[in-house]
């Protein structure tokens, strides 16, 4: 009977970039990192591309790709580059105000690297400094009787209301731009016609109360932070911490 080959396990690239490095190389993984989120923040994701990163750091695709084999690594190090702005002060240290910190700044890098949202699976990408982000979370979440389960689930609970809230407020962005719009104003002018038709028939009346009585449609950190409290409030009653 034959018996089936396992591949080789591949050497990480975390495990590659600690290793010694070169004496004064000029090319190193952090710069390739740095200018690949350079173009990104100014041209999207899709501007992304070894042959650019190498044309913009002014070297052969062949050198860059002595440091990253292909885009894979290229997306794993943007990633981990983005992720070390996410720190939190220290001295936070109750579970509450850690990860409310914490998903505050995701929320302003989100809208700093929007192409983020655009990544196939960012939150898949294993990288040092997102495991640092998910382990001073968890920390955080330590000595409350909880058990590995549960401090992961309340982890995930406030990562995947951050992740939703963000790609919302990043699609609109981009929804108003594509058609000129600046403002929330210019934004309800465009959409008049639809919304005055819907809501005059009658079968949406709390949507209509809104829309003629609500004061913070154009505040999207007001109604995230709101959203994100409610989140929080409804761990800690429901784990009783």
Same mark, same amino acid.
């Given at each position: 009977?034959?018996?089936?080959?396992?591949?080789?396990?591949?050497?990480?690239?975390?495990?590659?970039?600690?290793?010694?490095?070169?004496?004064?190389?000029?090319?190193?993984?952090?710069?390739?990192?740095?200018?690949?989120?350079?173009?990104?923040?100014?041209?999207?994701?899709?501007?992304?591309?070894?042959?650019?990163?190498?044309?913009? /750091?002014?070297? *052969?695709? @062949? =050198?860059?790709?002595?440091?990253?084999?292909?885009?894979? $690594?290229? !997306?794993? %190090?943007?990633? +981990?580059?983005?992720?070390?702005?996410?720190?939190?002060?220290?001295?936070?240290?109750?579970?509450?105000?850690?990860?409310?910190?914490?998903?505050?700044?995701?929320?302003?890098?989100?809208?700093?690297?929007?192409?983020?949202?655009?990544?196939?699976?960012?939150?898949?990408? /294993?990288?040092? *400094?997102? @495991? =640092?982000?998910?382990?001073?979370?968890?920390?955080?979440? $330590?000595? !409350?009787? %909880?058990?590995? +389960?549960?401090?992961?689930?309340?982890?995930?609970?406030?990562?995947?209301?951050?992740?939703?809230?963000?790609?919302?407020?990043?699609?609109?962005?981009?929804?108003?731009?594509?058609?000129?719009?600046?403002?929330?104003?210019?934004?309800?002018?465009?959409?008049?016609?639809?919304?005055?038709?819907?809501?005059?028939?009658?079968?949406?009346?709390?949507?209509?109360?809104?829309?003629?009585?609500?004061?913070?449609? +154009?505040?999207?950190?007001?109604?995230?932070?709101?959203?994100?409290?409610?989140?929080?409030?409804?761990?800690?009653?429901?784990?009783?911490?």
């Amino acid at each position: 009977m034959a018996t089936k080959k396992t591949a080789a396990p591949e050497v990480s690239l975390w495990e590659r970039l600690d290793r010694p490095a070169a004496p004064r190389a000029a090319l190193t993984p952090a710069r390739i990192a740095e200018v690949a989120v350079a173009v990104a923040d100014a041209e999207g994701f899709a501007a992304v591309t070894m042959r650019r990163i190498a044309t913009e /750091l002014g070297v *052969a695709p @062949m =050198a860059a790709y002595r440091h990253v084999s292909g885009k894979d $690594d290229l !997306l794993a %190090l943007m990633v +981990d580059r983005v992720s070390t702005e996410l720190t939190v002060p220290d001295e936070l240290t109750g579970w509450r105000e850690v990860l409310r910190a914490f998903a505050v700044r995701t929320r302003e890098v989100t809208l700093r690297h929007p192409w983020m949202i655009q990544l196939p699976a960012p939150l898949f990408v /294993l990288t040092p *400094a997102r @495991m =640092a982000v998910a382990e001073r979370q968890l920390a955080s979440l $330590d000595g !409350l009787g %909880l058990d590995p +389960d549960a401090m992961m689930a309340a982890f995930r609970a406030v990562a995947s209301y951050v992740q939703g809230a963000t790609q919302s407020e990043v699609a609109l962005a981009r929804f108003r731009e594509e058609r000129g719009w600046e403002s929330g104003d210019e934004t309800r002018q465009g959409l008049a016609p639809q919304m005055n038709y819907l809501l005059g028939t009658g079968r949406y009346p709390f949507y209509r109360a809104y829309a003629h009585n609500a004061t913070r449609k +154009d505040d999207p950190a007001w109604e995230f932070t709101f959203g994100l409290d409610c989140v929080l409030d409804g761990i800690a009653r429901r784990l009783e911490i």
